[in-house]
């Protein structure tokens, strides 16, 4: 049994069940990303879940860090477009 609620995960279980749980939750998990961000998203996206759940947790602070950076420069750079295209 895979249980989760705001964060925390409780695992239950021997490995076949374990298994077959995350198989199950992998599989509906990609049906809806498909549905509501498109096939090709949904794969990148479960790519980068993959990539990220083998990083070290230090490893996905840095990561995530970098993340941030380039959204506040990203939207930095529209604030200021805006700003330009008013004057």
Known sequence: MIKTERGIIEIKGG??????DYKVITVTVRKVLEETI??????????????LS???E???????EKEIAKKAERFAESIRKIIADRK
Not at 38 to 51: D, F, H, I, L, S
Not at 58 to 64: G, L, S, V, W
Request: aromatic share 6%; glycine share 4%; with cysteine.
């Open 15 to 20: 490995l076949c069940e374990t298994l077959a």
């Open 38 to 51: 498109g096939k090709e998203r949904a794969e990148e996206e479960m790519q980068k879940a993959m990539q």
């Open 54 to 56: 083998r990083m070290s």
């Open 58 to 64: 230090e490893e996905r602070d840095k990561y995530f």
